[in-house]
């Protein structure tokens, strides 16, 4: 890790094989503490290349245990986090709701490290079990819809890495990985980046792949579709910009769509927006991030795909999507 480590404080560039070999060699146990709080501070002063993201990813995922779940057709829907913007946990809302509008979601996600309260926090506050059991994952989302897949379980090889992250506090180029190494490897995904910068290079990878994507970022700085302004957008063959409006919806201002200060004020949001309890502004910002996804599968317009999404909302299929989750889950 020394020369590695030289070799970045002079501003060199990892080529892809030498940033797979040193996540590995983390996983491994390799380094210490801090030699590893070292190389995450050095990718938060300057940028990092798509040849060292890239190798990054396909050691975690090389690592991983992964789940099949391909016969489902699923679509993740996750943001990078770190855009500190405490939203509300507005993908895993849409996750519920693209399950209830019948498209099936294996949510990646995890706790909250440069956020109050990630994904996981809220669904282990509600009750939801997190496995890494291929049968209960299977019977989640034949049932539910939708299966939670709680990182820590399926990349053990991040042990190593996770204190260091909760003490660091900020965010990290685990950030920019965690959506790209969805064990389940879905074949359809839409992410939500925290700059546009990131959100090239996730379309450059992703056009690699045979993913059907989605990338988002709001040019405000969400990590997802906020409706306070416009939202970039890349996907499989085009760019574009997407306006509240082409939602048939207004803009909301931030505060609308802020999140609790605890993971108990933001499990109280999450189960009223399902409930049919939500403002208008929260109801669209998850039913525009939702009918994304179900356009994103279905090859439907975003207005189309925003319809779905509301009717799964203001009919309880995505709260029924939770309840049977929960029920699973006992």
């Known amino acids: 890790m020394k020369d590695i480590l030289n070799r970045l404080i002079n501003h ?11 996540l590995v060699n983390i996983a491994k146990g390799e380094y210490n ?57 507005i993908s895993t809302l849409a996750s519920f709701v693209t399950a209830g509008a019948g498209v099936h979601v294996t949510k990646h996600g995890n706790y909250g490290v440069s956020s109050k309260c990630g994904s996981s926090n809220v669904m282990e506050f509600l009750g939801i079990k997190f496995s890494n059991d291929a049968d209960f994952l299977k019977k989640s989302i034949d049932e539910a819809g939708i299966c939670v897949l709680h990182a820590p379980l399926f990349h053990p090889a991040m042990k190593n890495v996770a204190p260091i992250r909760r003490e660091l506090a900020v965010k990290t180029f685990f950030n920019m990985l965690g959506p790209m190494v969805n064990p389940a490897f879905p074949k359809n995904q839409m992410v939500g980046v925290f700059n546009l910068e990131l959100a090239r290079m996730y379309g450059y990878l992703y056009q690699n792949t045979d993913k059907n994507f989605t990338v988002l970022h709001a040019l405000d700085g969400y990590d997802e579709i906020s409706l306070t302004g416009a939202t970039k957008t890349i996907s499989n063959n085009s760019e ?91």
């Open 33 to 89: 503490t801090s030699q590893i709080a070292a190389f995450l501070t050095v990718y938060m002063m300057r940028s990092i290349t798509i040849e060292e993201l890239e190798g990054f990813r396909n050691a975690l995922l090389d690592l991983c245990l992964a789940i099949d779940l391909s016969e489902y057709n699923p679509i993740d829907l996750c943001g990078t986090g770190g855009d500190g913007k405490d939203t509300f946990n």
């Open 12 to 22: 060199d560039i990892l080529a892809k094989e030498d940033a797979k070999t040193v």
């Open 240 to 330: 574009g910009m997407l306006q509240p409006s082409d939602f048939g919806v207004k803009a909301v201002k931030q505060e609308q769509i802020v999140g609790g200060e605890t993971i108990e004020q933001s499990a109280k949001i999450f189960i009223d927006i399902l409930e049919g309890k939500g403002t208008v502004a929260q109801n669209n910002v998850v039913c525009a991030n939702a009918g994304i996804a179900i356009a994103t599968v279905n090859g439907i317009s975003p207005k189309e795909g925003f319809g779905k999404a509301m009717e799964s909302l203001l009919s309880g299929k995505g709260l029924k999507a939770l309840k049977k989750l929960q029920a699973l889950s006992v």
